[in-house]
Nanobody
Framework: QVQLVESGGGLVQTGDSLRLSCAAS????????MGWFRQAPGKEREFVAAISWSGSSARYVDSMKGRFTISRDNAKDTVYLQMNSLNPEDTAVYYCAASLGPPLYSNRDYYRYWGQGTQVTVSS
């Protein structure tokens, strides 16, 4: 049974940083592209970032490039999302997801497993 469990969300102020973690089990983690998505209230779930099997390649949505960094530790079956310079527009539920890849898909339809999400709230 595949499980993806996110953690690290919370309430922060504008300009703060957070690091989200997603621990995976029940799948061959190192053979899955891992992605982060987010969903704000009343909006569709949107792509944030994805990282290749080895961690050597990453892809970001343009608006978050430079502020967010995705990384992974295959020895720990964990993917991370470092978020800096947070602003209220970053408020959302953040989800990690797994895809067979190998392309770093931004389309959520290519991701077969999803976590339950972790809430990030940025106050002004």
């Amino acid at each position: 049974q595949v499980q993806l469990v996110e953690s690290g969300g919370g309430l922060v102020q504008t300009g703060d940083s957070l690091r989200l973690s997603c621990a995976a089990s029940g799948l061959t983690f190192s053979r899955n592209v891992m992605g982060w998505f987010r969903q704000a209230p009343g909006k569709e779930r949107e792509f944030v970032a994805a990282i290749s099997w080895s961690g050597s390649s990453a892809r970001y949505v343009d608006s978050m490039k430079g502020r967010f960094t995705i990384s992974r530790d295959n020895a720990k079956d964990t993917v991370y999302l470092q978020m800096n310079s947070l602003n209220p527009e970053d408020t959302a539920v953040y989800y990690c997801a797994a895809s067979l890849g190998p392309p770093l898909y931004s389309n959520r339809d290519y991701y077969r497993y999803w976590g339950q999400g972790t809430q990030v709230t940025v106050s002004s």
